[in-house]
């Protein structure tokens, strides 16, 4: 069970418990579920490639958006991931992520689940996007002679371009033949971070033994 994060802006903050428990093994692919902790709906099913690598159409392609593992793994090993997305939202006409992940090495790590000896990941990206032309909407009053009179005024904006960066930490334990802990970091195109996601192994079960 993994205890996860969510930090938005100065302000926003949750967070959340979900058990993930893999259900298949192929060649190529992991299944597995994910279901909040006390939940009583049904766990969602998923899918991922066999080191964790998450994928989604882009431009019509099944493409791999996040790769945190990269087997085998040894220190200095180094990998990327790069793709440019059209329209992938109703603000941006494109975006282009670029991401370098390198293997640091092992290190002790500390999570709720217990101390563990891990193989930390990390990544550092950039970010491009172009915003959508639009059009913003501003009233207001103005007095006259004949009393007051409400104005509407249609504002349009351009097209521009815009960027930033981003950060990530992977913890790999081969015990738990996933990562432990893992960080997330979305810089905006001013260097301020916006958005930040957390997970920590809380528990597991491997090879019928619990370890809490």
């Known amino acids: 069970m993994y205890r996860s994060t969510t930090e938005k802006g100065p302000t926003g903050w949750n967070q959340t418990r979900e058990e993930v428990a893999v259900t298949r093994v192929t060649a190529s692919t992991l ?3 994910v279901k909040p902790s006390g939940s009583t709906q049904a766990p969602k ?3 991922s ?3 964790w690598s ?3 159409d882009v431009n019509g392609t099944e493409t791999v ?3 945190p593992l990269f087997f085998p793994l040894s220190p200095g090993k180094t990998w990327d991931v790069a793709y440019t997305e059209q329209n992938p939202n109703k603000n941006h006409k494109w975006e282009k992520l670029d991401t370098k992940y390198t293997v640091v090495g092992w ?3 500390d999570v709720p689940a217990g101390k563990f000896r891990a193989l930390k990941v990390e990544s550092e990206g950039r970010w491009q996007a172009e915003l959508a032309p639009g059009q913003s909407v501003i009233q207001g009053a103005q007095a006259n002679d004949s009393g007051t009179t409400m ?3 249609v504002q349009k904006t351009a097209s521009k371009e815009t960027s930033g960066r981003t950060y990530k930490a992977f913890w790999y334990v081969p015990e738990v033949k996933r990562w432990v802990k893992s960080v997330e970091e979305y810089y905006s195109s001013g260097g301020v971070r916006s958005e930040r996601y957390t997970q920590e192994l809380e528990s597991f079960t491997a090879a019928g ?3 809490d």
Do not use: C, M, Y
């Open 31 to 33: 299944f597995f579920t």
């Open 45 to 47: 099913e998923v899918f």
């Open 49 to 51: 490639g066999n080191d």
């Open 54 to 56: 998450r994928a989604r």
């Open 65 to 67: 958006v996040n790769r």
């Open 107 to 109: 290190e002790p790590i």
């Open 151 to 153: 104005i509407t005024e």
């Open 209 to 211: 033994k619990s370890r």
